[in-house]
């Protein structure tokens, strides 16, 4: 169903009236349109008058091509160049508006065809779209004891952010942002990692526990997605002491069982 759009015929009978309209409608038109013809107007909502901005507005010729393309103004304003004297339509669009075309119009040379446009809105249907969540998960102390010390900056500390900031994809890759962080041994059953000058291999614990397995094994074999975070102690002086005192460093690893 197409909606027709009409010249406006009390404008196009009264000439004196016509002429102060466009010159209040469409200061600052370009020069070149006054020296041929043109079709101008407004484009409305149908059911209100209220004019429509950014709607596309093209001139189609008879043949169905389309000779031009412009978009109202914020208040609902166009000016369209025609290329010679002819009939031709408007096909006027708007998102969330029903497509309109207008009836055919002559427009005579060096002329110009004054036209209001009627939108009737057209409501959108979207599909149905699911959300799916889950509730926040609470902090245990430990937890809680971990995002304070990060605020203070007391250790070189890696949350969840950090991870997908560097990219990480296991736990040494966190290990080797840090300054003076070596490997060494040559040989996998011998490898260990310091964080200072001591050499030696610092002591780690997961969920404030020390772990058993043998340092490479258990961080070579920690996957970060079930890590919350990671905190580095470069000697026993920046250690909480609840967590020891190793004069090699001390790593934490807080997994995401740490949640409850």
Same mark, same amino acid.
């Given at each position: 169903?197409?909606?027709?759009? !009409?010249p406006?015929? #009390?404008?196009?009978?009264?000439?004196?009236?016509?002429?102060?309209?466009?010159? !209040?409608w #469409? &200061?600052g038109? %370009?020069?070149a349109l006054?020296?041929?013809?043109?079709v101008?107007?407004?484009v409305?909502?149908?059911?209100?008058?209220? %004019?429509?901005e950014?709607?596309?507005?093209?001139? &189609?010729?008879?043949?169905?091509?389309?000779?031009g *393309?412009? @978009?109202?103004?914020?208040?609902g304003?166009? *000016?369209?160049?025609?290329?010679?004297?002819g009939?031709?339509t408007?096909?006027v669009?708007r998102t969330?508006?029903?497509?309109?075309? !207008?009836?055919?119009m002559h =427009? %005579?040379?060096?002329?110009? *065809?004054v036209v209001? =446009?009627?939108?009737?809105?057209? @409501?959108?249907m979207?599909?149905?779209?699911?959300?799916?969540?889950?509730?926040?998960?609470?902090l245990? /102390?430990?937890?809680?004891?971990f995002l304070?010390r990060r605020?203070?900056?007391?250790? $070189?500390s890696?949350?969840?952010?950090d #991870?997908?900031?560097l990219?990480?994809?296991?736990?040494?890759?966190?290990?080797?942002e840090?300054p003076?962080?070596?490997?060494?041994?040559?040989?996998a059953?011998?490898?260990?990692?310091?964080?200072?000058?001591?050499r030696?291999? /610092?002591?780690?614990l =997961?969920?404030?526990?020390?772990?058993?397995? %043998?340092?490479?094994?258990?961080i070579?074999n920690?996957?970060?997605?079930? &890590? $919350?975070?990671?905190? =580095? #102690?470069?000697d026993w002086?920046?250690?909480p !002491?609840? $967590?020891g005192?190793? /004069?090699?460093?001390?790593?934490l690893i807080?997994?995401?069982?740490?949640?409850w």
């Amino acid at each position: 169903m197409h909606h027709t759009a !009409s010249p406006i015929p #009390f404008l196009t009978e009264h000439p004196r009236i016509l002429a102060t309209v466009l010159a !209040s409608w #469409f &200061v600052g038109v %370009p020069a070149a349109l006054s020296a041929q013809q043109s079709v101008q107007g407004v484009v409305v909502r149908a059911d209100t008058d209220d %004019p429509v901005e950014s709607a596309s507005v093209y001139l &189609v010729a008879e043949s169905g091509s389309i000779l031009g *393309v412009t @978009a109202t103004d914020s208040a609902g304003l166009f *000016v369209l160049a025609v290329p010679s004297p002819g009939s031709y339509t408007l096909h006027v669009h708007r998102t969330g508006y029903v497509a309109t075309r !207008s009836e055919t119009m002559h =427009v %005579p040379a060096d002329s110009s *065809v004054v036209v209001r =446009v009627n939108l009737p809105p057209n @409501a959108i249907m979207l599909e149905a779209i699911t959300v799916f969540g889950e509730a926040p998960r609470r902090l245990t /102390p430990e937890i809680q004891d971990f995002l304070a010390r990060r605020r203070m900056r007391v250790a $070189y500390s890696f949350s969840r952010e950090d #991870f997908r900031r560097l990219r990480a994809e296991h736990p040494l890759d966190l290990l080797r942002e840090i300054p003076g962080f070596v490997t060494l041994g040559n040989r996998a059953a011998y490898r260990w990692y310091a964080l200072n000058s001591r050499r030696c291999p /610092p002591a780690i614990l =997961v969920d404030g526990q020390r772990s058993r397995l %043998p340092q490479a094994e258990l961080i070579e074999n920690l996957s970060l997605w079930n &890590v $919350y975070g990671v905190e =580095v #102690f470069r000697d026993w002086s920046s250690t909480p !002491s609840i $967590y020891g005192s190793s /004069p090699c460093g001390t790593i934490l690893i807080w997994t995401r069982a740490a949640e409850w």
